[in-house]
């Protein structure tokens, strides 16, 4: 069972930048980990996916703007954003997959209903 416990969330202004960091209890080598978020009232999102090769996805919406990592010898996943806007106020998520597939020329995917382990959630908001 891999626990994730998110933290770095905070209220900015726009233009701001923030660097959330989920800790795992342990991240297997050939683990997908993902960042997330979710409005209230709308369906959980995938920001950013990272594979163990370091291939990294990311939705239309944060290209440019932010940036995926991982540490597998901290157990330790990162989001850096930058130039925040209000549209990213959300709940963000830290989740981990366990992938059925050895090649790390294959990315992770952005869909969260095939994430099978979830943080707590750390909150961003984003003022004008």
């Known amino acids: 069972q891999v626990q994730l416990e998110e933290s770095g969330g905070g209220s900015v202004q726009s233009g701001g930048s923030l660097t959330l960091s989920c800790v795992a209890s342990?991240?297997?080598?050939?683990?997908?980990m993902g960042w997330f978020r979710q409005e209230p009232g709308k369906q959980r999102e995938g920001v950013a996916t990272?594979?163990?090769?370091?291939?990294?996805r990311y939705a239309e919406s944060g290209k440019g703007r932010f940036t995926i990592s991982r540490d597998n010898a901290k157990n330790t996943l990162y989001l850096q954003m930058n130039s925040l806007n209000p549209e990213d106020t959300a709940m963000y998520y830290c989740?981990?997959?366990?992938?059925?597939?050895?090649?790390?020329?294959?990315?992770?995917?952005?869909?969260?209903?095939?994430?099978?382990?979830w943080g707590q959630g750390t909150q961003v908001t984003v003022s004008s």
């Open positions: 989740a981990a997959l366990k992938r059925t597939v050895q090649a790390l020329s294959v990315a992770c995917s952005q869909q969260s209903s095939t994430y099978n382990y």
């Open positions: 990272i594979n163990p090769g370091n291939l990294s």
């Open positions: 342990e991240i297997r080598m050939n683990f997908c």
